[in-house]
Structure formats: C-alpha cells, structure tokens
C-alpha cells in the first residue's frame, strides 16, 4: 500500500507561481511513476506530467516551458514547479503512483490550485 499526501496549493495570480508537493511512503518499490494529474470542474482527469524511477520525464504539451516536475528520493518526494501560471490551469492536483507492471494506481486526495485575478 502507498500513501500520497498533497501540499502547496492555493491561489495565485495569472502569471504567478506554486510549487505543489507530493510525500510518498508506504511500498515505494521500483520500478515505478509518479505523475501530477489536474481535474477541473466538470473536466476529465487529465496528465500534467510524470517522473519514472529511473528519471525519465514527460509533460504535456500545453504545460511544457512553465512547468517543471522533480524528485527527492531521499525524502520520497515529487515536486511540481508552476510559473507562468494561467487560469486555464485552475483545477485540483492530485498526485499518482503506478508501480510498472501493476494495474492498481494510488492516488493523493488532491490539492485546489486556482489563478485568479
């Protein structure tokens, strides 16, 4: 069983910054991914963007250039630097474990991230 906890949501102004958190613990057993996945009201669950364990990243593509996802391992902690925020980016942030090979998913309870004038 895996444990995500979410931090570092709130509001920010258009053009703004967050850094949001997600503390991993329980069966941390690579191989594995952690994303960042946003949901806005009414809206399908979407990727932000995802770090595997062996350091491969990926963004999607209206995200690439403002925002940066990382890692500290000795903290079993991803991060997800937002600059240049916009209020399309508005949503709930929840953070995923997938262990590679295993079809089960943990999810964060998520984290509201709004921007706003």
């Known amino acids: 069983q895996v444990q995500l906890v979410e931090s570092g949501g709130g509001l920010a102004q258009p053009g703004g910054s967050l850094r949001l958190s997600c503390a991993a613990s329980g069966s941390i057993f690579s191989p594995y991914v952690m994303s960042w996945y946003r949901q806005a009201p009414g809206k399908q669950r979407e990727l932000v963007a995802g770090i595997s364990s062996g350091g491969t990243i990926t963004y999607a593509a209206y995200v690439k250039g403002r925002f940066t996802i990382s890692r500290d391992n000795a903290k079993n902690t991803v991060y997800l630097q937002m600059n240049s925020l916009k209020p399309e980016d508005t949503a709930v942030y929840y953070c995923?474990?997938?262990?590679?090979?295993?079809?089960?998913?943990?999810w964060g309870q998520g984290t509201q991230v709004t921007v706003s004038s």
């Open positions: 995923k474990f997938t262990r590679v090979g295993v079809r089960y998913d943990y």
